[in-house]
Each structure stands twice: as structure tokens, then as C-alpha cells.
């Protein structure tokens, strides 16, 4: 199936960890994202990659560190956890000329 | 900066109800809007979208049109199903698509 493939989908951890999540897609898109949905459902951009190099960084704290190995993959690796961490992370790509993001199914992280 | 509003929920309808979901948008230049619906424990799917002025976005019942003169794009459904019980996200693809903007969501309710 053509999709975009986030694991693991569910991460529970304590605080002070490090963690990594992934992120692949086979969609053939150039540029690929990180986004954090907090409680009440909001989503904010955190990272965009487009073919592997980083366009867009926004106001994140520098525990949170993206890396892309290539333009199908984009994983997000946090230090040092911290309880405010704790929401759903997407994945999401999107092919250059835009219109549209396909998701991933979410990465629930719980910080304890 | 660009942004879109949209109406806080919860909204709780009855089944074969009529919905509308408000969301207006700022932006400069000619963004395309779109309709993102997130099932409970799921990622975001794209709903609808529409890419200039008048265009009217449909599915799965679903529609929304794309009003450049009220800045508007509003999800309607004649007659809403339990299973469109979701978390539904208005946003906007700005110029170049590396940023997206998205509302800060509207869950509905439907009861049977």
C-alpha cells in the first residue's frame, strides 16, 4: 500500500529518556513534516523537510533533533523527556507542487 | 500572517441532522483550502479541498465552497451519520505548500 508509515504507534516513557520515532513514505513526495497535536487537538508544525534538507524549523526546543537519511524517510529522535512532550506526532508528505498532506496514523507519546 | 478560524466544538448533532462547521481564513495571495477529518485513534484524511475562488469541494457528502469575498469555506452536510463522528481540521495550503496551516479542529458529535 502506497501510505505514509510512522512507528511505533504508541510510546510510553519516562521523563528524562531519549526516544526516537520514523517516518517513511512511498508516495514519491519531495518534502516531509513533523507535526505535534497537543490536547485539545491543536496541530503545530514542528519540522519540514523537502529532499532531505530542512526548510522549515519552528520555535522547538533543541531536544527535539529531525534527520532525514533520504527523501522517503524523516525521523524524529527527542532527548532528555520532559512530561510536555507528551501529545500525538504526524508525519505527513506532501509531493512539491502541494495540494495536500497524506498522514500518517500518529505516534502517541506519553511522558511519565 | 496567513491563518484559518474555525468554530470551536464540541459540536452535537442528532442522526440525519444538518451540520455546518464555520472556518474563515486570511491569507495572501491564492491559497487552496481543504477539509481534513481525523477518525478517533487515526491520522488525518483529506476530506475535501478546493484550489481557487468558487470552487466547491465535495465528498462522502461533504461540501464546502471556496467564498473569496467572505474569506470563507465552510463544511456543510445535509444529513450527518454516527460515523461522521470525528475531528474535522479546515486549512490552508499557502503559496508554496511548505507551510500549511491548519484550524485548531471541531469535533463532532452525532447521536443516534
Known amino acids: 500500500d502506497t501510505a505514509v508509515s510512522q512507528t511505533p504507534k504508541y510510546l510510553v516513557t519516562q521523563m528524562g529518556n531519549d526516544k526516537s520515532i520514523k517516518c517513511e513514505q512511498n508516495?514519491?513526495?519531495?518534502?516531509m513534516y513533523w507535526y505535534k497535536q497537543d490536547s485539545k487537538k491543536f496541530l503545530k508544525i514542528m519540522f519540514s523537510?523537502?529532499?532531505?534538507?530542512?526548510?522549515i524549523n519552528e520555535t522547538v526546543p533543541n531536544r527535539f533533533s529531525p534527520k532525514s537519511p533520504d527523501k522517503a524517510h524523516l525521523n524524529l529522535h527527542i532527548n532528555s523527556l520532559e512530561l510536555g512532550d507528551s501529545a500525538v506526532y504526524f508525519c505527513?508528505?506532501?509531493?512539491?507542487?502541494?495540494?495536500?498532506?497524506?498522514f500518517g496514523s500518529g505516534t502517541r507519546l506519553t511522558v511519565v | 500572517g496567513d491563518s484559518v478560524t474555525q468554530m470551536e466544538g464540541p459540536v452535537t448533532l442528532s442522526e440525519e441532522a444538518f451540520l455546518t462547521i464555520n472556518c474563515t481564513y486570511t491569507?495572501?495571495?491564492?491559497?487552496?483550502l481543504f477539509w481534513y477529518v481525523q477518525y478517533p485513534g487515526e491520522g488525518l484524511q483529506l476530506l475535501l479541498k478546493?484550489?481557487?475562488?468558487?470552487d466547491k469541494g465535495s465528498n462522502k457528502g461533504f461540501e464546502a465552497t471556496y467564498r473569496k469575498e467572505t474569506t470563507s469555506f465552510h463544511l456543510e452536510k445535509g444529513s450527518v451519520q454516527v460515523s461522521d463522528s470525528a475531528v474535522y481540521f479546515c486549512?490552508?495550503?499557502?503559496?508554496?505548500?511548505?507551510?500549511?496551516?491548519f484550524g485548531s479542529g471541531t469535533k463532532l458529535n452525532v447521536k443516534p
Open positions: 505527513a508528505s506532501t509531493p512539491l507542487e502541494g495540494y495536500g498532506y497524506t
Open positions: 508516495l514519491g513526495h519531495d518534502t
Open positions: 523537510y523537502n529532499n532531505k534538507e530542512l526548510i
Open positions: 491569507a495572501t495571495g491564492y491559497p487552496s
Open positions: 478546493a484550489t481557487k475562488a468558487d
Open positions: 486549512a490552508l495550503g499557502a503559496y508554496n505548500f511548505n507551510k500549511f496551516y
